[in-house]
């Protein structure tokens, strides 16, 4: 962009406005400023006597987006609607300087509850996924509650309105859902959606021995090479984790379950990029018995598997109830209901048992009314578990405790997801669900 | 009942639009600049309100007329565009259609500049293609792929790219901005509209051209030619066309010009591989090299014609019976062989492992089709270690050493090389002849590390010898050195039994003058080591002699001591016939005929004279002491007349201690096996023996097999009762 003079005076919606070309610039050539100010339009000739260039906008919004370019912080006055501010911002294009100036870059231990919101479904919910631009959406029932990062609502989705049983997001417009088939009648199965307007682009299909079959969708992964990974479970011999092509919708490949394992009715699948493997967990509360695996689909080979099958449980009722896999430690991080870590190395190539972190808190015989079954999630070398009302925050090697996020309102915890820079934990009572930020950083 | 007053809800009018011809106005004006930035009159139109207008459009819910609009005021534009392109005449048809582009792409700019919002908001929603993407799509769909323009831009490149073969300069900006432009349209219409088209254009044109070259070149000639093209296409692909499509046509030129004839090219006569192999081309290899290995099986084609030529060349040298006169000529001519190749390898072919690994199993192949290679090699080293080393630097002795290895690595009977090497190596020894002892042990390291300590632990056994004579030769002097006087000087070297190839020979009489002090020796010997016993090899020894002759003359005669024996003889006599030098001597009859030989017949060393003067020695022959004998040296070297090579029957012989010394080491072997693996069948143990013994020779099986015989008669081994083939072993 050549500039012919670097001071720019803007009369906006009557308000005389000066600044620089530079301060313009930033911006980027992508937004209204950028295009204004490109070689192709004559900038000179288009100002009128005064030098002014004529914007009918609000003022108000304008000196603090131009305050946003100037130094990189947002400043809403209390006076001025979110909404409208942003509304502005998207007229200039630049929405998303708005966006990455509203939060700083996640870190667990300074989380502050930014909101919370009420939803309208009924009944509990089933599961929250934090989107990649601090969006997320939440399961209930049948249907998914979509909200972009402005946590404006967006068309919900449904698929045959059957149960759903995950729910994930593929990329900032896309969202797939899970759900349970409906006898006999080919519904149910996954869906890609488009988070903005609610409408199916795809249907994925499992095909055995050429006959499309229906089936029901448990728990979802993506690959970062556009793959969807699915357990599935029909009624003959569809159990096992399906794998299709987010480009083209089709199914690439398909893993049967093995006698005497569970992987069909997995709650939770992890695709671990640096090993290549998908982890494949299926929990109590589903199966009598826990079977967390690793599975390679290039040789169709279980690389590493771990049962409590046998173990014994009458003496400390120690039951994984969730489980995930940290790459960086090469182990796998699983959680029992009274919020014990534990701890299974990945290397070797059976596992031979949980190493138990000591910190039992005990909660025998103290449980809420209406427990949930803890969950975990781990973000930039950061382990997060959920526990009735509470979340916790472990950090370094030895996973230390060294947060806790707690809201009174809402009842236990029964899912949350981190995404987007941003934490979302939705409460099973009320259908509420809180969004944690991280503070932008100080001034100085 | 009163009825109930029905109420009637009005709609909610959420928005009141001032003016219903809003749209359609707000549109005439987009339109307009749309308009004014296609004639590049831009310059008059305000940004802000344009900007401002589509907006309002959007949010007005008027997206979809703006969207349609947008494609119909494009199109249009594209159309007359297509339609100026299209009446473009001849040469100027692609700069028209460049110029054009290039206005295309920066109205479209302009255009999405001020339909971003639409941009941003409508056309993600909707579903619709975004802005930029849509004017290329129309581009593509209206000017390029119009029926006029299609088929004419095609051939124009075309047309371009040939004229560009035969020589011609082109414009190869335009070139690359056109196809630049096709790339921007998108992959598929590069590669639909150009590539393939472009790529059967090259095939058939480089099909003819093959066919044309082979005609009339040579095969040297042709490999150039084709390694040019090649580079012209790589040339042209960087220059302006997309980085995929290099693949692509160097894919069909190796497939035209290389693989369609690589096999007349190899076998050409007077000019394929088989010539430059011979005429050392080192650049014609390279460049077939470097060509073929871009074609599928086009180096095994190289190599297959290799090694058979190598192999030819090979046996014709080793069957050559002229060359086997002359064994150090004849290993010469191996170590020249295989330095030419290796220099064809490493300076034609890239050190390819494969190729030298060709290389070995050819020398390998042919080097053993000569049972006498092992001698030969040996009598090189020996040839060598005399005298070739003399006057030569170290680095260059170890050159010569590791060449010799590296023949030795492909002999597979390395036992048999042993045995002859241990026979020079003493003769050498004992004669003193051996030029470099560094040489010499740098040599027994090497056959070390090959084949390990047992193969040479005798050989090292020889030196130990050498060493410790010399040592009790210094304590027997020192110590009787004073009572011994001015007698004969005697050196003795004490040889282990079993470490030199020495064959037992009697004794022959030593002069009296001799007698003394060897008796001296074998007590002074006895008394410090006990135990021991000592039998003098005389066949083996030398001496050094003064003798005077006619007029005078002295001269200090070298000779061996059987010469010795038979010259003292003379001392008193002036004549004896063969038959009392034999008797007086008893040297055997077949070396005494050597030793008088040399004695008598040899010109310049004649210090014997024979009646009558024939070559041959008979019985009743009759010698003098040769008075008027001359030598212009004062020290006459007066060699024996021995056969280096083994004469046929010493050659059996050999052969035959040979076979006889791998019996114990196959039976070790197959004791080894049979001890870890306890019951094994008869062909797993022929594997596995071969596969232990071939660092030092190839056992043959039905050697093996009574081997194996033997064993079981000696209860080592037994035959399992039920089958046969099993053996188990007895421990």
């Known amino acids: ?201 795809y249907k994925f299909q499992v095909c055995h021995e050429n006959q499309v079959k229906s089936y029901t969708a448990g728990a979802l992964s993506f690959s970062s090479d556009y793959k969807i990974f699915s357990s599935c479970k029909g009624r003959s011999n569809e159990y096992g984790v399906g794998v299709w092509d987010q480009v083209t919708g089709k199914q690439i490949d398909f893993f049967s379950e093995p006698l005497g394992w569970s992987l069909g009715d997995a709650d939770k699948l992890q695709w671990l990029e640096g090993c290549n493997c998908l982890l494949v967990a299926t929990m109590f509360p589903r199966k009598d018995n826990c079977y967390i695996s690793l599975l390679d689909f290039r040789e169709k080979k279980m690389v590493w598997c771990w049962s409590d099958v046998g173990a014994p449980f009458a003496v400390d009722e120690k039951r994984v109830r969730d489980a995930i896999a940290m790459e960086d430690n090469s182990s796998i991080c699983v959680v029992n209901e009274f919020e014990d870590l534990g701890f299974m190395d990945l290397r070797s190539s059976a596992a031979t048992g949980i190493r138990w972190s000591s910190r039992s808190r005990l909660m025998k015989g103290k449980m809420p009314e209406e427990p949930c079954y803890p969950k975990l999630a781990l973000h930039g070398g950061q382990l997060f578990s959920s526990m009735n009302d509470c979340i916790s925050v472990f950090c370094g090697p030895e996973w230390v405790l060294t947060s806790r996020l707690r809201r009174s309102y809402g009842g236990s915890i029964c899912d949350f997801s981190i995404g987007g820079d941003r934490l979302f934990a939705l409460h099973s009572e009320e259908n509420v669900f809180d969004i944690w930020e991280t503070p932008t950083p100080p001034i100085i | 009942m009163q009825k109930k007053r029905a109420f009637q809800i009005e709609a909610f009018k959420h928005r009141v639009v001032v003016d219903p011809k809003y749209a359609e106005k707000t549109w005439k004006v987009l339109e307009h600049a749309i308009h004014e930035i296609y004639n590049h009159n831009a310059s008059g139109l305000s940004f802000e309100e344009l900007y401002r207008n589509a907006y309002n459009m959007v949010l007005h819910k008027f997206g979809e007329k703006l969207y349609t609009g947008l494609v119909m005021t494009m199109t249009t534009h594209l159309k007359e565009i297509s339609q100026s392109i299209e009446s473009a005449q001849g040469e100027i048809f692609l700069d028209e259609l460049n110029r054009k582009w290039v206005d295309h792409n920066k109205a479209l700019q302009m255009i999405r500049d001020i339909l971003m919002y639409m941009d941003r908001t409508f056309i993600p929603s909707n579903h619709k293609t975004p802005v930029h993407e849509l004017g290329l799509n129309l581009w593509r769909d209206v000017v390029i792929h119009s029926s006029k323009t299609q088929a004419r831009l095609l051939d124009t490149l075309l047309e371009l790219v040939l004229r560009e073969r035969n020589g011609e300069v082109i414009n190869r900006g335009l070139m690359r901005n056109i196809i630049k432009m096709l790339m921007d349209l998108g992959l598929p219409v590069y590669q639909h509209d150009f590539e393939k088209h472009f790529l059967d254009v090259s095939a058939n044109f480089y099909c003819c051209e093959s066919q044309k070259f082979i005609e009339s070149c040579d095969c040297g000639d042709y490999l150039k030619k084709a390694e040019r093209r090649l580079n012209e296409e790589l040339e042209r692909v960087s220059h302006y066309l997309d980085p995929r499509s290099e ?42 090299y470097n060509l073929f290995r871009r074609v599928p099986a086009g180096l095994t084609i190289v190599k297959e014609v290799m090694t058979s030529f190598v192999r030819d060349t090979g046996k014709q040298l080793i069957m050559d019976p002229e060359r086997l006169r002359d064994p150090v000529d004849f290993v010469q001519r191996l170590l020249d062989l295989k330095d030419k190749y290796d220099r064809i390898i490493t300076m034609s072919f890239n050190n390819d492992k494969t190729f030298q690994n060709a290389l070995n199993s050819s020398f390998e192949y042919f080097i053993n089709l000569n049972a006498r290679s092992p001698e030969f090699i040996s009598l090189f080293v020996d040839d060598k270690l005399r005298r070739g080393l003399k006057g030569v630097g170290e680095e260059d002795v170890e050159v010569v050493l590791d060449k010799v290895m590296m023949l030795f690595r492909y002999l597979q009977e390395k036992d048999v090389f042993e045995k002859y090497y ?267 023996v071969t596969k232990q013994l071939q660092s030092r020779f190839l056992p043959n099986p039905v050697v093996i097999k009574k081997r194996i015989e033997s064993l079981i008669e000696r209860e080592f081994l037994e035959r399992d009762k039920v089958d046969r083939k099993l053996y188990r072993y007895l421990a």
Request: charged content about 25%; glycine content about 8%; overall charge negative.
């Open chain 2, 247 to 288: 693949m692509k046509i160097t894919n069909v030129v190796e497939k035209e010009m290389i693989e369609s004839h690589m096999h007349t090219l190899v076998h050409m006569e007077n000019s394929g591989l088989v010539s430059m192999l011979v005429d050392d081309k080192y650049e014609d290899l390279q460049r077939m």
């Open chain 1, 1 to 201: 962009m050549g500039f012919q003079t670097d001071r720019v005076k803007f009369n906006v919606g009557g308000r005389v406005m000066e600044t620089t070309a530079t301060t313009l610039a930033n911006a980027g050539r992508n937004s209204m400023f950028g295009a204004m100010f490109d070689d192709n339009w004559n900038l000179i000739l288009s100002s009128n006597k005064e030098g002014e260039r004529f914007l009918d906008r609000n003022p108000d919004c304008f000196g603090i987006l131009l305050d946003l370019l100037r130094t990189g912080e947002l400043h809403i006055p209390p006076n001025i609607p979110e909404k409208l501010l942003y509304r502005e911002a998207l007229y200039y294009g630049v929405l998303d300087h708005v966006r990455s100036a509203k939060w700083g870059p996640f870190d667990g231990n300074r989380l502050r509850l930014s909101q919370s919101l009420q939803g309208q479904a009924p009944g509990d919910g089933t599961a929250i996924r934090a989107g990649p631009d601090g969006g997320c959406c939440v399961a209930h029932g049948s249907m998914v509650h979509v909200y972009d990062w402005m946590l404006d609502e967006h068309p919900p989705l449904n698929l045959d309105y059957q149960r759903v049983n995950d729910v994930g997001w593929v990329d900032s417009d896309n969202v797939v859902i899970g759900v349970s088939e409906r006898l006999g009648r080919g519904d149910g199965g996954m869906g890609l959606f488009s988070s903005h307007s609610g409408e199916l682009r």
């Open chain 2, 422 to 688: 241990k026979q020079h190596l003493a003769k050498r020894l004992l004669s003193g002849k051996t030029v470099s002892d560094d040489a010499e042990r740098s040599l027994i390291v090497k056959l070390k590390t090959e084949c390990g300590y047992q193969f040479t632990s005798k050989l090292e056994g020889m030196f130990t010898d050498m060493k410790t004579s010399h040592d009790t030769m210094q304590g027997f002097y020192a110590g009787q050195g004073a009572e011994l006087g001015d007698g004969p000087t005697l050196s003795v070297q004490v040889l282990t039994t079993g470490s030199w190839p020495t064959q037992p020979s009697p004794p022959c009489n030593l002069p009296t003058e001799i007698l003394g002090v060897c008796d001296r020796f074998r007590t002074y010997y006895l008394g410090t080591h006990n135990g021991r016993r000592l039998s003098w090899q005389t066949n083996m020894g030398t001496a050094d002699l003064k003798a005077t002759f006619g007029k005078g003359q002295k001269h200090e005669l070298n000779v061996s001591t059987y010469q010795m024996c038979v010259l003292m003889l003379f001392n008193n006599v002036e004549r004896l016939t063969c038959k009392e030098i034999e008797q007086a001597t008893a040297i055997p009859m077949s070396d005494l005929r050597r030793c008088l030989q040399s004695l008598a017949c040899v010109k310049g060393k004649n210090v014997l004279r024979k009646e009558p003067m024939s070559k041959d020695i008979a019985e009743d022959d009759a010698f003098f002491f040769n008075d008027k004998f001359t030598s212009k040296f004062f020290k006459v070297k007066i060699g024996t007349v021995v056969a280096q090579r083994e004469s046929e029957p010493e050659n059996l012989e050999t052969r035959q201690r040979v076979e006889e010394d791998r019996k114990p080491q196959i039976e070790a072997a197959i004791v080894r096996i049979m001890k870890s693996r306890r019951t094994l069948d008869h062909n797993n143990i022929v594997a596995e």
